[in-house]
Structures are given as structure tokens and as C-alpha cells.
């Protein structure tokens, strides 16, 4: 991006970071946002007075093609649709259109892995960043975790390690990304209205390999059949790795009753047993194996790797314990945004539960959710547009003990007047958290608050 003037495709988060970059690396930066109202202001007060003085404009409401003039090239933000008019209008100009993680990967040095996946992937590469500490002193954990690629890469050394969390929406502008090791943690419908079909978002989701090479690898859930049919393709070329909740691969990790065993061509080792992690559920020693996985991969020895898998405890709003109030215990899972993170929630309560959940409408279906409540839910308390259609499903599925709540004070009351001693209240939404909250960890903290407030 040396001397380039590039066009810079949304002002969040990831937009303000790859600004930043560029400008660092000597280029010039055009914002443009489709939010006609954007306070000009407020981003420009984002940045120090050497890089606003390369900020030569700020296009707000809708893009021209007299806006083009002289663009090298564009990086869209992970949120915007690459059928916007306006991304449209890029590719017509034939301007390149890249994404953040692509940027970033343009100035890594060092060593890089990569995880990807419906769920997990937050807890997976937390859990990654603190073994990679343990044995590389330059550790970076970034993407989608909410520390973008673009504000960590250009401190990158070749000693450096660093492990990046990839969604669908960052795969789809990838060009020359190949990470080391990559991993993908399972594949379950999510995101349907982006990507339309289950096709596509399989298709998305296994491109993070596409650039990889046989001196690569790949971790994968041998316990999925898209990914275990996958793995076995003749044309993929980084080396598989497996972990497996239940069948014992011929090689990778794998859970044998309550221990996790590694086992490579010519030995088994039995590593640690389930009860010696603070995870609680099966998802998350799949988590477990999957992180131990990509840090063996990525060169880090195996005692140290058990040790800090000891250590680890519950990344926030993923099945985070808030507090016990009357003998009820209360749990964040706001980052259980689809309906397969809300089962794997769900299961891993031990008693009976209270579950708040609805929220954004991603255009998915609930059944699979809903056929798990038998036996597990005692009372279902909806927020958000999707609170009818959940409230349908499960009336059809022969569930009756559901209520509505206006707000996440309400839901948070409603449960605690209807909870028992020994029972557990679980946010767990199945839905993303837009329209109510600006993102899962706002919706995560209110609850929270309101929790602590009873």
C-alpha cells in the first residue's frame, strides 16, 4: 500500500485499524460509509495529527463513480456484503477489493495460525494465545476476537507468533492469506442470510486452506461430516490433523471416557483428564483439543501445552459464571449466537434451566434448539424479532412454558421469581444480538448488570 491511495470501506473498528496501517505504510486514505449521518469528527479523532494530514477525505451516504478517480484499491470492513452497489461499482471499475485480514497479512512476519468455525472460535483462539505465550515471547492474538489483524501486523518480527480469529464475512475477500496452521472448529447453519446457501458457507468456511501448501497444516473436527469428508479430499494439500469428541481418529487427539489422549504414528500418550480443566461441556474439550492441536503444529512442546490447558478458565460471555444468588446459579453465553452454540450451552448445564433467549433474525431455523428443552428447560423467556418464532417452534415442538420480556431487566426478573434452589438461569440466545445491543458483549454485559442488581 506504499504511496497507493486506497479506498477504505466502513469506519468501525476494523476500518479505523486498517486506516492506520495503510498510513503507516506510507499510503494515502479515503473513507467511505454507507451512514449518511456519520459524525466526520469522531473519526478523524481517532487518529494522531501526522496521519489526519493523509486522510484526504471522508465520502459518506453513497459512493460515485466520479469518487474513483485514481483509487488503487479498496479494503472493505468484514460487515459489508460483497453485493453492496456500491462493492459492485468497485469490481465494475475493476479496483481490488481486499479485506482487513488480507491487509494485515501483507505485513506479517513470522509465524501465523488460523481458526475458523461456527462455534468455538473465540474460546479456541484465547486458549491459543496463552500456550503460543508460554513458548514465543512475541505472542499476538487478533481477528475477530475483537483485536483487529490490521493493528497488531506491522509489529509483527520473525520471531513473532501469532494466532488470528477468521469468520466467514473476512474468508470471503482473502487473496494471498495462508496461514502455517489453520484450523476449522466445526460447521453448523449460521449466517444464512449473507451467505444464502449452506453450500456457499461450507465453501467460505474451508477456504481459509486454499492457499496453504504441503508443508502446512490443518486441524479438523473428525466428529463433523462436512469436515471429515473434506479432510480426506485428494487435492487438499496442508497435512490434516484431527480431534474428535468421540471416535478415536488414527491419528490426533481424541476424548477416551474422561481423557484426553494424543496419538501420533507411533505412540498414544494419555495427556490429562476432563476433570483437570475448568471448561465445562463436550464442546469445549473439543475446544481444548482443537487449541492443543494448532499449538503442537505450531512447534510448541506438549508439556507446556498441558499446563496451560490446566490453567485456562472461561473466556466472557462464553458459559461464564456471573453469580449465585438463593442457590441459583447465573450464566453468561451471550456469545451463543446460532442455535448449535445455544445446544452446546444448554447440555452443558447440570441441572434444570431457566433460558433466556431470541434476538436478531439471521433467517435460521430453531427446531434443533428447541427438541433439546426436554428434561433440560423449565422456563423459556424471549427478547428481540425473533421471540414469535421461537415462541411457534416451540408450541409446535410441545413446549408451553414461555414467556416475553420487553428487555433484558425483565427477562433477568422473570427468572429469577420463577427459579428454584439447585436451578441455573442461561442466557444463551441462539440469536445475534443486533436491533436490541450493539454487538454480543453489550448484551452480555447489561445481563450481567442486571444479574448483579437482583
Known sequence: MNRRKVLVLGTGRSGIASAKQILAMGGEVIFFDANPKLDEKKILAQFKKKEEMKISKILKGKLFERDLLKIDAAVISPGIPLDEPYVLLLNAAKIP???EIELAYQSLKGKLCAVTGTNGKTTTVSLIGEILKSQYADTHVVGNIGNPFTAEALDTEEQSAT???VSSFQLESIVDFRPHVSAITNITPDHLDRHKTMKNYIAVKESISINQTEEDSIVLNYMDPELRKFGKKRNLKPKVLWFSSEEEPKEGFFLRDDEFIYKSKDKEEKLFKTKDVQLLG??????????MAVAL???????KIIKVCKKFKPVEHRIEFVRERSGVRYYNDSKGTNVDAAIQALRAMPGPVLLIGGGYDKHVDFDAWVKEFKGRVKYLVLIGE???QIAACAKKHGFHNLMFAEDMDEAVKDCAAYADPGDYVLL???CASWGMFKDYEERGRVFKDCVKSL
Not at 297 to 303: A, L
Request: hydrophobic share 30%; glycine share 6%; proline share 7%.
Open 97 to 99: 477489493v481486499i479485506g
Open 386 to 388: 425473533t421471540r414469535n
Open 428 to 430: 444463551s440466545p441462539a
Open 282 to 291: 463436550k464442546h469445549n474439550y473439543e475446544n481444548i483439543m482443537c487449541s
Open 163 to 165: 494466532v488470528c480469529e
Open 297 to 303: 503444529k505450531m512447534g510448541v512442546p506438549m508439556d
